[in-house]
């Protein structure tokens, strides 16, 4: 019988190749670097972004939210998401878009923003849910 694609002994050596080529382990040096600047931008993007939201632009802000209750509830939060980022995404030195360029600086703050200024726009405010499309929504609406 003959094998199906992808299931012969040289790709599977050449998948593993390209995984430990291009990144996304721990082990190599230069990516264990690209993993701490990682972080350390979002970690700084954090303060920026709040100090432009709760500051500069004075959105809506939790005020009572301290740098200890950060470590305390969403630090480990963010470590995970990042190392999922990281590992799956795949952001190491091979990426083509680099951690450390203005492109993904400015991106990253921009995603970090963006959520609080579309808060202003007021049709965007509603949170909508299958209980209220189900049960609060009139029949006028399906029709329309």
């Not at 500051?55 to 005020?63: A, I, P, T, Y």
Request: hydrophobic share 55%; aromatic share 6%.
């Amino acid at each position: 019988l003959p094998r199906p694609q992808g299931l012969n002994r040289e790709s599977t050596h050449e998948v593993a190749a390209a995984l430990a080529e291009g990144g996304g382990a721990l082990s190599d040096s230069a990516t264990a670097v690209v993993a701490l600047k990682l972080l350390g931008f979002v970690f700084a993007d954090i303060g920026l972004a709040r100090i432009l939201c709760c500051g500069m632009l004075s959105l809506e802000c939790d005020r009572n939210y301290s740098l200890a209750l950060f470590r305390q509830q969403d630090l480990h939060k963010i470590v995970l998401d990042l190392s999922l980022v990281f590992l799956v995404g795949r952001i190491g030195p091979a990426s083509p878009l680099a951690v450390d360029s203005a492109g993904f600086l400015v991106a990253l703050l921009v995603g970090s923003v963006a959520p609080s200024l579309l808060n202003l726009v007021p049709p965007l405010r509603v949170s909508l849910s299958l209980y209220a499309v189900r049960c609060q929504w009139g029949a006028v609406v399906f029709l329309a």
